[in-house]
């Protein structure tokens, strides 16, 4: 929320004095000091602004202090003159009411200043744009030109306006700035030739001498020294705080900005330069002939270069300083001008070169400012004018000066009385009027059009006769002598006969502002304001265009023998239309003080300001302001101020102010006498109740300071919750979306290879089909053509040579084939399978199929043989096969045994009658009888028997007697070892436990044991119940069961002395060795 500061806020004093309590003279200085000592130069009276100079610049016109008080309530904020223009401004815009501003106050007291401020704060806050600025620029511009040539330092202001100003500020529908009119008011002109001591002449000539480029001054004649020009004052010629040269730039550039064409600027410096010239020329008395007196110029140089600058033939002008022409009716008579004459002549020149230089000025600025479009405009006019003086020497100036003065308080009476009357009965309040001076008296006494000063001045200048000064005094004596407000010496009145301090020469005037003695001495010369013919038309001749512009009625062919109107005339004339002016407008006052005489800051000299206080009529009119109510709101501002006062009005009232102000006013308890209810404003008859509420609201605003302060808090930390809350969701927001963008383009990316490898493969695969397709069309051509080839091969082969060569190939490989075989037919080897012969292969490529043949032959003659064989030669050949099987490779007896026939039954057994009875104890057909050495079992000796083998048993007979001494069951047979040695030795194991095997197992030697051990094999395979085949053991160390002993039967190589002979020798119980001869 804004913070507001109120008028009643942080009050130093009371800022608005109609507040003042008690009031009294006493007290409303002291509150102007007060409020002075702290830099507070503004107080209010109502809507009335009481200004006080602070001689010197405070920080309080900044941009910043612009924007506090723009759109402000006038009583919002502390009292300013930016709340004045403010309201001015506003009301201009939004109302569509015309505003003036009436400044007023003494000489020195800060009216200029003031306006200044007004302006700026209206240009600071109405619209911008390239246009506007520029007007705005130009309204602001014209200033410092129109007090270079109108201002002077004078001993009460070193900035003193010499002439009146009014500007009438043109604004459009929307608030921004058009342009703008200047009405200039009678400059002080006499200041030209003359001025008081501790006074300066208008500024510019010192800006031009200090500021002018050394080229400028050439130009224009002039030399930097002041001294050297009679009509400037030396004493103060140097004004502390004030920079001519400085100045003279600021001058210069205004001008261009308000739009001064280059040679106008020329011709206005030419002007000024020529003044000071003209001050220069001096005359001498030169006696004529006929005893008068005549005026010559003494050194004609200032008048040369004079005229060299107008452009004036030098002669024309000498003659117009020596003679003057009176013309009446056709009738011209020349005088000529003694040195006097001569010395007002050029004064009279000056004075109006350099006031119709200014005139032409303003309206040369007007020409420059004026509004553009000529659509209806809301003005607002500052009026800036001379402030009411009190001089030693008081002459005409001084009495036309405070006579506007007088003026303008008379409407500043008029119009804060109407409009505060007007008030209450707009606002339906009871009125009873209120006393006051009103110097309506006064501006009688002045401007009365039978009996006024004025009048009796403009009488006396138009009279007909001797008219001087004193004769107009007489008169004024005769005429105004009973006025209250008029005091002369010579008066009819005697109580003035014997008041010294009223010289005989002067009269004097009560005027609101105190009491003035004026000099009569000049009035009717100044109110005559006369200028010599002769010297207007010398200027009307110059060859300088605005010189010539400057004195029109200098033009011969335009002479108006009419007189033209005195100043004071003029001057009333133009004060009236300015009044009515005025009163047209919605005026808005400022009323200036001076706080002392001596332009320094901090000094704050009573009696000066209580003099301003009262002829200035504040008091009375803070009387008024307070006759009928104190203060005033209007009830909207009234209620949002006090409304936290009651309980029903706070925080919001739904209903009319008005009534809101009611219940608050009732509920307070203020009794009903101090206030009243007007139709939009309430008013408070004693301060002491606005007081008593301000106190109660500054109570309740402590109060509800800390119920601020803890909402405020707990706001704060509730918004700073929020925006940490929100920059998470922010930054989470962000990362979020930062990884999903990650995201996304790893997903991309890996989508991109697998749509990649994806594509990669369906186009390769689309390849392959496309060379698949290809190649089936490229096969399909190629086999199409083999085939049409074929097709056509074959149906042409019969014509084709080349076919001759294989078919030549074929019968020559056939042919060769055929007596291949044939040769082969003859050629082929013996049937029996043991010859290996084979005829050699007559062709090299038959080298396969000749060994294939080979091979088959062999195969064929082999099956061939073994178709012959009988069924015993075939189980003889069986037998071998066997022996074979068992031996081969695993005992070096079995290749000698290869050749010998198996005879099986060498003893002929059945038929040899030795072995009849042998052969009858054998029950089963004998397989084998052979005859075996037995080993003795205990020496190793051996003993031969008959072996006898059966398909059931092995039988062992003595030799001789044929008696069997042992009969073995097959199936009790174990296993039959032998050595791998070249010898007959075999070792029959018996199953232990059986029969048989009593007495050990038998060690027996054999001449046939490969066919002995093979038929055993055979038989004992046969024989086994389960299938069971006997075990051959094939090694050199074997064990044997003899009895209980298992001995242990090795094989040794013998020594080649046993010769072929096997030996057997039982070593120990446990070792029979056996001797072997070695093999060859
Ligand atoms: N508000 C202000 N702040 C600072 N200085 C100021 C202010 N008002 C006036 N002054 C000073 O007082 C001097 C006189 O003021 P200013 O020229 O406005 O007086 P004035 O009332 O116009 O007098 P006059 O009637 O002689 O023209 C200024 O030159 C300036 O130095
Ligand atoms: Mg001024």
């Known amino acids: 929320m804004e913070a507001k500061t109120s008028l009643l806020d942080n009050m130093i004093g009371v800022g608005d004095m109609v507040l003042l309590e008690p009031l009294s003279e006493d007290s409303f200085l002291e509150n102007l000091r007060k409020r002075f000592d702290h830099n507070e130069i503004y107080t209010y009276i109502g809507s009335v602004v009481i200004s006080m100079n602070p001689y010197r610049s405070l920080p309080i016109y900044s941009p910043e202090k612009v924007e506090e008080y723009r759109n402000r309530n006038f009583y919002e904020l502390s009292p300013h003159i930016y709340a004045l223009a403010d309201e001015a401004y506003r009301s201009l815009r939004d109302q569509d009411k015309d505003q003036c501003i009436l400044i007023t106050g003494e000489s020195g007291a800060g009216k200029t200043e003031a306006s200044k401020l007004v302006m700026s704060y209206v240009a600071a806050v109405c619209g911008k744009g390239q246009e506007v600025n520029k007007v705005k620029e130009q309204l602001l511009q014209s200033n410092p030109v129109l007090e270079a040539f109108g201002n002077a330092k004078t001993v009460r202001n070193d900035n003193s306006s010499r002439f009146g100003k009014y500007m009438d500020i043109e604004f459009d529908f929307k608030g921004d700035p058009l342009g703008g009119v200047i009405s200039n008011y009678l400059l002080e002109k006499s200041r030209v030739v003359k001025q008081p001591r501790g006074e300066r002449n208008f500024h510019i000539f010192y800006q031009l001498l200090s500021g002018a480029s050394d080229d400028t001054l050439e130009k224009l004649k002039l030399d930097r020294d002041f001294s050297k020009y009679n009509y400037l004052s030396l004493d103060s010629a140097v004004v502390n705080g004030l920079d001519d040269a400085t100045s003279f730039r600021t001058v210069k550039n205004a001008m261009q900005i308000v739009g001064f064409m280059e040679n106008e600027v020329q011709s206005v410096l030419e002007l000024v330069a020529a003044v000071l010239k003209l001050g220069n020329i001096e005359f001498k008395p030169e006696s004529r002939c006929n005893g008068t007196d005549e005026s010559r110029v003494k050194d004609k140089n200032d008048l040369k270069e004079m005229c060299e600058l107008l452009g004036i033939e030098q002669a024309v002008l000498e003659r117009a300083f020596s003679y003057r022409t009176v013309e009446a009716k056709l009738e011209k008579v020349s005088t000529t001008l003694n040195v006097a004459q001569a010395y007002y002549a050029r004064d009279a020149l000056a004075k109006n070169l350099y006031s119709r230089l200014f005139s032409w000025l303003v309206t040369r600025i007007n020409e420059s400012i004026k509004a553009q479009t000529k659509t209806r405009h809301k003005v607002m006019g500052v009026l800036d004018i001379y402030g009411f003086e009190i001089f030693e020497d008081n002459s005409f100036e001084q009495f036309i000066i405070n006579y506007c003065n007088e003026k303008l308080q008379q409407i500043f009476i008029e119009l804060t009385l109407r409009e505060e009357q007007e008030e209450y009965v707009r606002e339906g309040i009871e009125w009873t009027n209120i006393e006051y001076f009103n110097n309506a008296i006064i501006c009688d006494l002045i401007e009365n059009n039978q009996n006024g000063i004025m009048a009796m001045l403009d009488e006396e200048c138009l ?158 009119n803070v009387r008024v302001r307070r006759a009928g109510y104190a203060f005033r709101q209007a009830y909207e501002p009234c209620l949002e101020r006090y409304k936290m006062l009651c309980k029903r009005t706070w925080p919001h009232w739904r209903g009319p102010a008005r009534a809101g102000v009611e219940v608050l006013m009732t509920d307070l308890q203020v009794p009903s006498d101090e206030f009243s209810y007007g139709r939009s404003k309430i008013f408070i008859r004693n301060p002491r109740t606005l007081f008593s509420l301000e106190e109660r609201r500054r109570q309740c605003l402590q109060d509800l300071a800390t119920l601020i302060q803890k909402i405020y808090r707990g706001w704060k930390c509730r918004t700073h919750f929020l925006l940490l809350k929100k920059s998470q969701i922010v930054v989470a927001a962000w990362y979020r979306r930062y990884a999903q963008q990650k995201k996304y383009q790893r997903i991309k990316s890996a989508t991109t290879v697998v749509q990649s490898y994806t594509r990669g493969w369906q186009a390769r695969k689309l390849l392959r089909e496309l060379k698949h397709h290809k190649r089936c069309e490229e096969a399909v051509t190629t086999i199409a053509a083999y085939w049409h080839g074929t097709q056509v091969r074959r149906e042409y082969r019969k014509f084709f040579r080349a076919n001759a060569g294989k078919k030549i190939y074929n019968f020559t490989i056939q042919r060769i084939m055929q007596k291949y075989f044939l040769g082969l037919k003859k050629t082929l080897p013996s049937m029996s399978p043991v010859d290996k012969n084979w005829p050699a292969r007559p062709y090299h490529f038959l080298d396969t199929a000749h060994t294939e043949l080979s091979t088959i032959f062999h195969l064929w003659r082999c099956k061939k043989y073994r178709s012959q064989f009988t069924k015993e030669k075939k189980a003889v050949y069986e037998e071998k096969l066997e022996a074979s099987e068992l031996f081969k490779d695993k005992k070096s007896l079995y290749p000698s045994s290869v050749s010998q026939p198996f005879k099986g039954d060498y003893l002929e057994i059945s038929k040899n009658p030795k072995y009849q009875k042998l052969n009858s104890c054998v029950e089963e057909k004998v397989l084998l009888a052979d005859v075996v050495n037995k080993i003795n079992r205990a020496n190793g000796k051996g003993a031969t028997r008959i072996l006898l083998l059966t398909k059931k048993n092995v039988v062992l007979a003595d030799q001789k007697t044929g008696q069997v001494k042992a009969s073995v069951a ?110 060859a």
């Open 970 to 1079: 097959l199936p009790d047979l174990t296993s039959v070892s032998v050595s791998t040695q070249n010898d007959g030795f075999f070792a029959l194991k018996l199953k232990e436990g059986s029969a048989s095997a009593v007495k050990g197992d038998f060690l027996l030697s054999s001449e046939h044991l490969i066919e002995t051990i093979t038929k055993l094999h055979h038989i004992g395979s046969t024989a086994s119940d389960d299938g069971e085949q006997l075990n051959i053991d094939i090694s050199d160390e074997f064990l044997v069961q003899f009895k209980q002993d298992k001995v242990c039967v090795k094989f040794i190589q013998g020594a080649q002395k046993n010769g072929s002979s096997v030996s057997c020798k039982r070593k120990n119980n446990r070792l029979l060795e056996v001797s072997v001869p070695a093999s």
């Open 463 to 620: 009279r007909p006769g001797t008219v001087t000064d004193e004769t107009f005094l007489d008169k004024l004596n005769t005429v105004c002598a009973e006025h209250q407000h008029f005091e002369s010496r010579l008066s009819k009145n005697s109580k003035f006969l014997n008041d010294h301090s009223l010289p005989h020469s002067c009269f004097r005037i009560q005027h609101y502002a105190g009491k003035v003695l004026y000099c009569v001495e000049g009035f009717v010369d100044k109110n005559n304001d006369l200028l010599y013919r002769d010297l207007s038309q010398a200027m009307y001749k110059a060859n300088h265009s605005l010189i010539k512009q400057l004195f029109p009625e200098g033009n011969p062919a335009k002479v108006n023998l009419k007189r033209p109107p005195t100043a004071g005339s003029q001057f009333k004339a133009s004060v009236g239309t300015l009044m009515r002016n005025l009163q047209t407008k919605n005026p808005n006052y400022i009323r200036c003080i001076k706080p002392n005489d001596k332009k320094a800051p901090h000094i704050f000299t009573e009696s000066l300001v209580c003099h301003q206080v009262r002829y200035l009529g504040l008091m009375e």
